[in-house]
């Protein structure tokens, strides 16, 4: 149906505007209602003497019949056709669609202009990915320094019967090798600190959320001492409403937990050491996730590295994360499968620990406790919706510990032989 | 004489590990760091092989390479680029000057041993 089918809109429009019943209408231009029905909802298309007649009728031109602002939406429908030929659109009917349904038209409308917005904002990063100056010098940096001490060490390892010369000539290349890695990896770990500050704006009330908790640093000494949410969020007018809700019950929670552990409590368990949530749950009678949450909640101590908190949805996605010292978490979608958060997922309720050294910082060892707190909001016959918390506490390097090696994501880890591999890294096979 | 490799690469180091690891095989080895005067460095070695860094003062691999394609003595040397970079891009850039084999770092040595063997053949 041609374009000039939504011209039937703008009839029936301007005949209800005057207080003509379709019958009149049809009757002045000697054609029946039930065709001029037809008309009227796009189903017939009209030109020529019949039109003229009818806008006659109307008292318009007929211009004012056939042109429309539905042109450009028009355009846009047969661009996004255009773009995805294999869903198959009907672009000889776009006409009708958009005079039948101008609303689902324009929602495609609208995903259209916004998967373009977004392919441009991918495309955009990407190139600064690939074609950053200071990133990409200090990339080639690292796995410079990397591929060197990789060779020194095997051939060190490897070679028996290697003179001493060539022996304390290697382990001096491994000596000033892994140094100058040392700042490559502090130069690459700014940079991407700097991005990190850069990020102001929040694309996900997740993010919004996340950004405004970083401000506190997740700590709120207001709710520590009895307050209320209502008195924080009233400070946070950055936050857009879907935001202020998820910030309402993050706050909510944390003021109830704080009357049930308090912030002397929690201080006195990591000034003690090593903290395990589970006694501590089983000395408070609190939930495990509870004392995981208070431990990430309380203000950074001297000499101490921030305590870093995962928290997890029942299908994997990280939604929110609190960074702390040797451990990246990725920005977006899934971690790394050997996280503890992953296997807490699986086992709702049983908390897990697990000391870990993350292979894209080579820093101190982590030690991370896990749990999945279940819930049933359809009731006992509804499903199980499992969310997972997950607290880092950075450690001193122990040699005799043993560690799990873990990455951020598949994408981006440098292991090599990962059984957990779920897709190939873009980054070279491991060092 | 054995086979001989040119190894054109700024890193200290990783000539060094290279050099050992590829003499103990029985190779011929010489070394140039510099970029901008590497193409007349192959001229004057005439080597087996060449192992290319892309990343070089004063001259990129790729320019190099397209120069060593250019030229009717060394356009069919066989040359093995190395790269810290491993994007589909620049894999496909280096192909498309005749490179013979693209390695990214970091590599192993035995890597380098199979592939520059390889390159030469029995």
Known sequence: MPRSALTGTRIRERRTLLGLKQAELARAVEISPSYLNLIEHNRRRIAGKLLGEIARELHVEVAQLTRGAEAELLDQLGQAAADLPQAGAELERSDEFVGRFPGWAALVQAQHRRMQELQDRIEGLSDRLSHDPRLSSAMHEVLSKATAIRSAASILVETEDIDEAWRRRFHRNLHGDSLALAESAQALTSFLDSEDEARTEAGTPWEELELFLESQRFHFPALEEGGQPGAVLEEATELTPPAQDLARHYLERYRREAAMMPLDHVVAALEAGLPDPARLAAETGLPVATVLRRLASAPQLPGQDPVGLVFCDGTGQVAMRKPTSGFLVPRTGHACPLWPVYEALASPGRPVARRLAHSSTAGMPVQAYAVAEPRWPFGSDGPCLSEAWMVLLPQQEDPKASVLPVGSACRVCVLADCPARQEPSVMASGL | ?122
């Open chain 2, 1 to 122: 004489m054995g086979r001989h490799v040119l190894l054109i690469e700024d890193e200290p180091n990783i000539t060094e590990a290279m050099r050992f690891i590829l003499a103990r095989d029985g190779w011929t080895v010489s070394s140039h760091a510099d970029g901008a005067t590497a193409v007349n460095a192959v001229s004057r070695a005439k080597p087996d092989v060449v192992v290319l860094d892309v990343m070089l003062p004063g001259r990129s691999g790729y320019d190099i390479l397209r120069d060593l394609r250019a030229n009717p003595d060394t356009e069919g040397l066989p040359v093995m680029m190395l790269t810290a970079r491993g994007q589909v891009r620049d894999r496909e850039r280096a192909e498309s000057f005749g490179v013979s084999h693209f390695m990214t770092k970091p590599f192993s040595n035995r890597e380098v041993l199979d592939t520059l063997n390889s390159l030469l053949g029995p």
